[in-house]
């Protein structure tokens, strides 16, 4: 259902990432559960971007879905990170791995990049999932910023029209293409 998706989000002024499957550690290479791996060449993933951003023009960059032998990989990332520089899309580490080095190569690349700090929804306990939106809170005060994720999950929708409800002054969620562009502004305010 994806252009569905895409269509209805481009109608409601929604900016939206594209979910890539990457390489997890646990994949052989060759394997068919990702299309950005360690023996992916730069070339493919080049092509594999350019029919994504045709397909959804509208989509504002891609986070990685899995993907933690991918973006733990240097060589795999200079490929990907170059490949993704030409469609001028930012890119959401979704942080599966502690190893990760995506963000470093990204902004080599100067692609416009955030990283993941919460997963929301690791349980669809409601319980588990407030305490992960309060840990997401916290950060945001200390950093100025703090990226928290979750799925499209039948228990997660509730949780997230729960979220509207609430007063997080002086916290505000804002997409993450806003984080892009407040690190935008702060690297040109220091040059």
């Given at each position: 259902?994806?252009?569905k ?7 409601q ?6 979910h ?8 052989p ?15 493919k ?19 990685n ?6 973006t ?5 990332m200079r490929?990907?990170m170059?490949?993704?520089?030409v469609?001028g899309?930012g890119?959401?580490?979704s942080?599966t791995?502690g190893?990760t ?6 902004l080599e690349y100067?692609i416009?990049?955030a990283?993941?700090?919460v ?12 305490a992960q939106f ?6 945001a005060?200390?950093h100025?910023?703090?990226?928290a994720?979750?799925h499209?999950?039948e228990?997660t929708?509730p949780f997230?029209?729960?979220l509207s409800?609430l007063d997080l002054k002086p ?11 407040s ?9």
């Open positions: 259902h994806s252009f998706i895409a269509e209805y989000a481009a109608e002024r929604q900016p939206f990432l594209l890539v499957p990457m390489q997890a550690m646990g994949d290479n060759g394997g068919r559960n990702y299309v950005i791996g360690i023996d992916v060449p730069e070339k993933m080049a092509e594999y971007l350019a029919s994504l951003r045709k397909d959804f023009p509208q989509a504002i960059g891609i986070n879905h899995r993907g933690s032998k991918a733990s990989d240097a060589p795999t490929r990907f170059k490949a993704l520089s469609t899309w890119f959401l580490d942080r791995s190893k080095i995506a963000k470093k190569v990204a100067r416009p990049v990283q993941n700090k997963f929301i929804d690791g349980t669809t306990d409601l319980s588990t999932m407030k309060n840990a997401a809170l916290r950060l005060r200390k100025g910023n703090a990226v994720i979750c499209a999950r228990k929708l997230l029209v729960y409800t916290v505000e969620l804002v997409t993450v293409d806003e984080i892009w562009n690190q935008q502004s702060v690297k040109e305010e220091k040059q």
